[in-house]
């Protein structure tokens, strides 16, 4: 048995009054004279025992009345668990309102029912205590504590949210939230999906845990998980193939599921699949895209009744031409010309060693070092700010290089240096079909493919610790083109010259060609062509104006201007979890749009698998209790039962009430 307010049972101390008096109540003796004293004296001894019986009953029921009334003030009770402390209460109570709770019950969202739930917890308790709800948000104004007055009206806002938290966190910030006095009670009303539901409990007498699943309709879901092109990036009056994979997440064989595009508006089906039980189909949508600029497309499939994740939005961007620079001591170079501009898609500029102007080398996917003899320092600084970026080189140095200039350029950049040219006819005779450059080119690499053969190269330091990846090898082992990741970017360095005379790599259609066309594209390849809402936060986009004071604002389902870090030519760009509503969205500077957005809800919750009660009673049993959500049950009534356990104060005033009535009784009955 505990107490409420056990500093009361100092009281019983009042107990010794009515002793005392007791003790020392001496009563007058009235002398009568009798002529026999043999009767005198039976008379006294029968009265003397019949009052000492009478007063030790009247004694007995003032002691008794006094101790009712103190243990009635001290408010005993029994717990069950044993695990309530005496004090004030503070409740936390978790509110699972992601999307899984859209599913029915009894006719019922579950997110409905959960409410009323957490509103018959909060009635189990008295109005001094506090109470803290929170959601999967949370957020830091739902981490307060509230009275019992405004607690129904926190529940009541509660509306489901594409953001989930691993059911870790949410007890992480009860725990931590935890008030130094009083007792602390956490609740859990979820339908603890195994994908969340992660929960690692010890015994700790400072917090007292309450699971209860609420128990819904098993559905199945189908769900579509992602989406993604086989090219890095799409191009314009291409065929691009686009790949989505589409998961059975139920126990169940699901046949002829729907499958369609909407692109810029227009809708368009894409046939039926078959999707065998707990398993992933991978589609293949084939796009002609046509139109240059930002493109939206929704993917969506047909299932019903859980919806959130039947559409899947991407948004890509569609380059109307691919900017590249050629650097060249003079002129212009034409192998590099003639394949530019037989390539609608490609802008190329031609640009002397002495007229290069540095502040535009951010507009250029791909910049050239065709033949120049040398690289100056300032040039050297600007390519190297270039590369980290996001800017892709390729360099060709020349027979006539001046190798002290170039290593110079090479050692900012942490690239092998040249160490000196040969004059030998090498072959080459391995490509790397594993890397983006030449990945998805070749259907084989059988010998009728003809690679290049140069009459003189340069040789270069092998330092591995400087992470060069081979794209072309010759058959001595060298490396004759080297790819090297620096930054954002990326730098190709070549051992031969762009020149015939040495290196017929540009009157090799079958290598040239692709090469320099995928060279063009990989500065675009790490581009996202959607995010998950809750999980990725940030964008880059680059920083094209000189003010340090530009806004860049989110327009879409939702507006607001987003956190943003200016990082010398680019911008991050940081959501902060302020999207979520799964569509479109665009990333305006002065109502110019710079990049197009597409957001999707989480996938995390698809799997529609629960923990049961009787699961969570094996796993968390002994460190929490779990309690069935009976529809019938009065969840108020089993919470102070369990909680606050069965009180006795009552009953205390009752028995006070009784034994003051039989004080008075034998006082005024029995007659001495």
């Known amino acids: 048995m505990s107490f409420v307010y056990p500093q009361i049972l100092w009281g019983l101390l009042a107990l010794a009054i009515p002793i005392i008096i007791h003790l020392f109540h001496f009563r007058r003796f009235k002398k009568v004279y009798f002529s026999n004293v043999k009767l005198l004296k039976e008379i006294k001894e029968e009265k003397s025992a019949r009052n000492k019986v009478r007063n030790f009953l009247v004694l007995l029921s003032r002691l008794l009345a006094i101790a009712a009334l103190v243990f009635a003030f001290a408010q ?16 936390s109570i978790f509110v699972d309102n992601s999307y899984s709770m859209m599913a029915a019950t009894e006719d019922v969202p579950l997110i409905d029912k959960t409410k009323r739930r957490a509103e018959e917890i909060v009635e189990a308790y008295d109005p001094a205590d506090q109470f803290q709800i929170l959601t999967h948000e949370l957020k830091g104004s739902q981490q307060r504590w509230i009275s019992k007055d405004n607690v129904r009206s926190a529940i009541e806002e509660i509306e489901l949210s594409p953001k989930v938290n691993a059911l870790s966190n949410v007890l992480l910030v009860q725990k931590q939230s935890a008030p130094a006095d009083g007792n602390h009670i956490t609740y859990m009303l979820s339908d603890f999906q195994k994908s969340i539901t992660d929960i690692e409990l010890e015994k700790d007498t400072t917090i007292e845990v309450n699971l209860i699943p609420m128990q819904a309709v098993r559905e199945s ?4 998980d992602s989406a993604w092109f086989e090219s890095v990036v799409p191009s314009i009056n291409q065929n691009n193939k686009l790949y989505v994979r589409v998961t059975n997440h139920s126990d169940e064989n699901q046949k002829d599921v729907r499958l369609s595009i909407t692109h810029n508006g227009q809708n368009r089906p894409e046939g039926t699949m078959d999707i065998p039980a707990r398993s992933s189909i991978t589609d293949t949508i084939n796009l002609l895209l046509t139109k240059a600029g930002w493109q939206e497309m929704e993917i969506k499939i047909d299932d019903y009744p859980i919806q959130f994740d039947d559409s899947y939005f991407i948004n890509f961007n569609i380059k109307e031409s691919i900017k590249v620079l050629s650097l060249n001591k003079s002129g212009n170079d034409r192998y590099l010309t003639a394949l530019f501009r037989g390539l609608n898609q490609f802008d190329l500029d031609n640009a002397s060693e002495s007229n290069i102007q540095y502040d535009k080398f951010k507009d250029y996917d791909l910049i050239v070092l065709a033949s120049l003899t040398s690289i100056s320092s300032g040039l050297t600084a600007s390519l190297k700010t270039y590369v980290e970026n ?20 090479l050692n900012q950049l942490n690239a092998n240096s040249i160490s000196q040219w040969e004059d030998t006819e090498q072959s080459v005779s391995k490509i790397n079909t594993s890397e983006f450059v030449f990945d998805n080119v070749y259907t084989s690499t059988s010998n009728n493919l ?27 082992g060298q490396n004759f083109l080297t790819k090297y990741n620096r930054g954002k970017g990326k730098v190709y360095i070549c051992a031969a010259p762009l020149d015939v005379q040495y290196n017929d790599l540009v009157t090799n259609a079958e290598v040239f060609v692709p090469m320099l066309y995928k060279l063009s594209f990989s500065a675009t390849q790490s581009e996202k062509i959607s995010y998950a809402i809750g999980k990725d936060n940030y964008t880059e986009v680059n920083n094209t104006s000189s003010n340090n004071e530009i806004i860049y604002k989110i327009k879409g389902e939702e507006e607001f201007i987003p956190g943003q870090t200016n990082m010398g030519n680019t911008t991050l760009v940081n959501f902060n979890n302020m999207i979520r ?3 479109f969205y665009n990333l305006n500077l002065e109502d110019q749009m710079v990049k197009g957005l597409a957001f999707n809800y989480d996938r995390i919750e698809s799997n529609l698998d629960y923990e049961s009660k009787e699961e969570l009673e094996d796993k968390y049993g002994a460190d ?12 108020s009534q089993i919470i102070k039962q369990k909680d606050q356990g069965i009180r006795f104060w009552k009953w205390c005033l009752i028995l006070a009430l009784i034994f003051l009535a039989i004080e008075t009784l034998l006082l005024r009955f029995w007659k001495l």
């Open 450 to 476: 003809k690679l290049p053969t140069t009459q003189g190269h340069y040789n270069f330091t092998s330092f591995s610790a400087r992470g060069g990846e081979y794209l072309l090898r010759y058959r001595s």
């Open 76 to 91: 005993p009770f029994i717990s069950k668990n044993n695990t309530v402390k005496a004090g004030k209460n503070y409740v």
């Open 624 to 635: 929490a209790n779990v309690i069935g959500n009976t529809a019938s049950a009065d969840l």
């Open 221 to 224: 879901n189908i769900a579509i």
């Open 390 to 409: 996001g800017g892709n080189i390729i360099a060709f140095p020349p027979r006539t290089a001046d190798i002290e200039t170039y290593n110079a350029f």
């Open 581 to 583: 509503k799964a569509g």
